[in-house]
């Protein structure tokens, strides 16, 4: 089985600093890792995701994230944030089909 | 193309109801997860169908939560006598041949309040 832990209910930034948003996951078995983006009133949509290769994985938005194993983490970063990426942000490892998510960081943006 | 749709975007209902969410997944895929997201919960895993079979259906919380999928197409999540914890937002998704590794498209949602 696995379970994800996101280590911040909430992250307040200033627009254009840097962010980083923690996820840790636990598994017995191998995983692939996702992030997905929910902006209000909406479904969630995928901002990347690490099956295997390079550690660092590139997603949309400017977004990036790495897989750590020894740490059992992959962080989600972005240089620059922008108004725009003022969302909920989900962690989610996934073993065979169901996808386990971990609670959801909030990102607010302060101009 | 046409992303998922579910529908009622928004449905209220009294205690004791029966209550029916559909969904519509993106043409020509054929596995359909739902998940439910609660302020309590989370985000929490339903049911997973491939075609019109339901090989996981673990996350079901009572036996008063049904689904089944038609046509290797639409699916209709039925709950029975409603409670008021079963509020929440029921998300459904679809992806082409289902398996690990593969992104999973979600629909907007239904929120369900029930009185």
């Known amino acids: 089985a696995q379970s994800v832990t996101q280590l911040d209910s909430q992250v307040p930034v200033f627009e254009e600093a840097p962010v980083e948003l923690r996820c840790n996951y636990s598994?017995?078995?191998?995983?692939?890792l996702f992030w997905y983006v929910q902006y209000p009133n909406q479904g969630l949509q995928l901002l990347l995701k690490?099956?295997?290769?390079?550690?660092l994985v590139k997603g949309i938005n400017g977004f990036e994230a790495e897989f750590n194993k020894s740490q059992t983490s992959f962080h989600l970063r972005k240089p620059s944030v922008h108004i725009s990426d003022t969302a909920e942000y989900f962690c989610?490892?996934?073993?065979?089909?169901?996808?386990?998510f971990g609670q959801g960081t909030r990102l607010t943006i302060n101009p | 193309g046409a992303g998922v749709s579910q529908s009622p975007s928004n449905k209220v209902t009294e205690k004791g109801k029966d209550v029916e969410l559909r969904c519509d997944p993106i043409?020509?895929?054929?596995?359909l997860y739902w998940y439910r997201q609660s302020l309590g919960q989370g985000l929490e895993f339903l049911i997973y169908?491939?075609?019109?079979?339901?090989?996981?259906k673990s996350g079901l919380p009572s036996d008063r939560f049904s689904a089944e999928r038609t046509g290797g197409s639409v699916s209709t999540l039925t709950i029975q006598r409603t409670q008021q914890e079963d509020s929440a937002v029921y998300l459904c998704?679809?992806?082409?041949?289902?398996?690990?590794?593969?992104?999973?498209?979600f629909g907007p949602g239904t929120r369900l309040t029930v009185t």
């Open positions: 690490y099956l295997s290769g390079s550690t």
């Open positions: 989610a490892a996934q073993g065979a089909q169901k996808l386990v």
């Open positions: 998704a679809s992806n082409a041949i289902g398996g690990a590794g593969h992104e999973q498209y």
């Open positions: 169908f491939q075609g019109n079979s339901a090989p996981d």
């Open positions: 043409s020509g895929h054929t596995a």
């Open positions: 598994s017995s078995v191998s995983v692939y």
